[in-house]
C-alpha cells in the first residue's frame, strides 16, 4: 500500500490478450519514436546513439504509465528491479522502475462493485452499514477501503484488481521483453532469476487466503509484544480475492519524523529488533521493507505492521550462517568475514572483485563498532558504500546470483537502514546485535 492518496479512477484491463495487446503497443510506440529520431540522425550524417534515443522523458514516462495501468505483474517486476537490482541498473531506468513504488492508479466504481458482488454476493451491502467507495491506499496488487459492518467491526478491506492472478506469467515474459528492448541492463546481468521470484512472489502475494494466515501467525508471533500490534484476520469477510481485517488508526510511519529523538529511536531499535527476531527467531520475514507497510499509532505508542502477503519462510542454515556472519564482523576477523560472507555467496570464492566486495561489507561493521550508539543520521557510511559501489560498477562488477532468501533479507535490511535515516534515530546497533549473536552456534 502507499501513503499517499489513491489518484484519479482508471479501469484495470483484465484480459490476458487486452494486457498483451496495450505492452505491445508500448513497446512499439517506443520502438518507431527511436527509430524516427535515428533516421533522423543518420539524415544528418551522424551516427544514431541508440541510448540518448530510448531515455526521452516522452519514452520514459510512457513506459512507468502503462506499468502503473497494468498494475500487477507489469507493476511489480518494475519495483523488484527497482529494489533488487538498483544498484547495477543505469540511473535512468532505475528512476523509472523506483517511481512505480509510489504510484497506483484506482478502480472506478462500477468495477469495483462487480468484483465485491462477484465474491459476496448481490445483497452484499446489506450486512455493512458503511462503505467508504473512495480507497484509502493502493497499491500493484489491491486497493484498500475502510467499512463498517453492522456487527460493529470497523473493517479494512483489500480488494485485488481484476485478473491479476491469471495475468501474472504473461505480464511478468512482456514486461521483462520492455527491459531487455532498453538495451540497459548490464551486459551479463542475469535477469531470469529475478523474473522467475517475480512470479512466484506474485502467485502467493495474490492468494489473499494465504496472506490472511501469515496475518495470523504473525499475530501469533507478537501476541505479548508492548510495541507492535497486527490486525486481527476477518476470515468470514475474506475470500482468495479480497482480504478483511481489522481497521487500525495510524499516521505513516514517514510521519514520526517529528517525533521527539527518544520516540524516533524507540521506532527504530524495534524495527531493528523485529527484523533480528525474524531471522534468529521466527524463521520467517515479511521480506517487502516499504515505508506504507508501517504506520505509527502515537495515542498507543504503537508500531502497526500492515501487508503480508510477501511473508516467506527463510532456509533454516541462514541462521547460523548470518550469526557468523555478523559475530566475525563485530569481532573486526577479515578471515572469518571472508569465509561466513562467500557461505552466504555474497563471494564468489576467488572471484576478481571479491576484495572489494568484502571492503564494502568490512566497511559496514566497522562503522557499527566505532560507537554502539549508532547515528542513522549520520551520511558517512552511505557514502563510503555508494563511492565503493560506482568504483565497482565502473570496474565491470556484475553482481553474482546469491540465494532469493539472502536477497530478500538484504532488502529488508536496506529498508529499515532507510528508514532510520529517514528518521534521523540513534541506536544502540552493536549491542543489539551482540545479544544476537554471541550464543551458539
Known amino acids: 500500500m502507499t501513503n499517499q492518496r489513491p489518484q484519479r479512477p482508471v479501469p484495470v484491463p483484465a484480459g490476458r490478450l487486452n494486457r498483451f495487446a496495450r505492452l505491445g503497443a508500448t513497446a512499439a510506440g517506443i520502438a518507431s519514436t527511436m527509430a524516427v529520431h535515428a533516421l533522423g540522425d543518420v539524415g ?37 528491479l527497482s529494489m533488487d537490482a538498483g544498484e547495477v541498473l543505469p540511473p535512468e531506468l532505475a528512476e523509472i522502475m523506483a517511481h512505480l513504488r509510489d504510484q497506483a492508479h484506482v478502480m472506478p466504481p462500477k468495477q469495483l462493485k462487480q468484483i465485491l458482488i462477484r465474491n459476496w454476493g448481490a445483497d452484499w451491502l446489506r450486512a455493512f452499514q458503511r462503505f467508504d467507495v473512495q480507497p484509502i491506499a493502493a497499491a500493484s496488487i489491491g486497493q484498500v477501503h475502510r467499512a463498517l459492518l453492522k456487527d460493529g467491526r470497523d473493517v479494512a478491506i483489500k480488494v485485488q484488481y481484476p485478473g491479476i492472478a491469471r495475468s501474472i506469467d504473461s505480464d511478468v515474459s512482456n514486461v521483462a521483453r520492455l527491459v531487455k528492448l532498453s538495451g540497459l541492463v548490464p551486459k551479463g546481468f542475469d535477469l531470469a532469476p529475478l523474473l522467475s521470484e517475480a512470479r512466484r512472489q506474485l502467485h502467493e502475494e495474490t492468494d489473499y487466503t494465504r496472506e490472511g494466515a501469515q496475518m495470523q501467525r504473525y499475530s501469533a508471533f507478537l501476541r505479548d509484544s508492548d510495541t507492535f500490534v497486527v490486525p486481527q484476520f476477518h476470515e468470514d469477510w475474506s475470500t482468495p480475492d479480497i482480504l478483511t481485517m481489522s481497521y487500525l488508526e495510524g499516521h505513516s510511519i514517514e510521519a514520526a519524523a517529528d517525533a521527539p529523538q527518544k520516540t524516533r529511536n524507540r521506532i527504530t531499535k524495534a524495527l531493528v529488533d523485529l527484523s533480528l527476531r525474524e531471522l534468529f527467531e521466527f524463521g520467517v520475514t515479511q521480506s517487502d521493507p516499504n515505508f506504507a507497510n508501517y504506520r505509527y499509532d502515537s495515542v498507543r505508542n504503537k508500531i502497526i505492521l500492515l501487508d503480508f502477503g510477501a511473508a516467506r519462510d527463510l532456509d533454516p542454515r541462514l541462521n547460523v550462517d548470518y550469526r557468523q556472519l555478523i559475530r566475525a564482523g563485530l569481532n573486526g576477523d577479515d578471515a572469518a568475514l571472508r569465509t561466513a560472507a562467500t557461505k552466504l555467496q555474497l563471494l564468489t570464492g576467488g572471484g576478481e572483485f571479491d576484495d572489494q566486495v568484502l571492503a564494502m561489507i568490512r566497511t559496514v561493521f566497522d562503522a557499527i563498532r566505532q560507537n554502539d550508539s549508532f547515528s542513522f543520521a549520520d551520511t558517512t557510511l552511505a557514502r563510503q558504500m555508494n563511492a565503493q559501489g560506482i568504483a565497482l560498477a565502473n570496474a565491470g562488477f556484475v553482481p553474482p546470483p546469491v540465494p532469493m532468501d539472502v536477497l530478500y533479507l538484504q532488502r529488508k535490511f536496506g529498508g529499515i537502514f532507510l528508514l532510520g535515516s529517514r528518521l534521523g534515530a540513534v541506536v544502540p546497533l552493536q549491542t543489539l546485535l551482540q545479544d544476537y549473536v554471541s550464543s551458539a552456534p
Do not use: F
Open 44 to 80: 544528418r550524417g551522424t551516427r544514431p546513439d541508440m541510448r540518448r534515443l530510448l531515455l526521452t522523458p516522452g519514452n520514459m514516462t510512457r513506459l512507468a504509465d502503462e506499468l502503473a495501468r497494468m498494475r500487477g505483474a507489469a507493476m511489480k517486476v518494475g519495483q523488484l
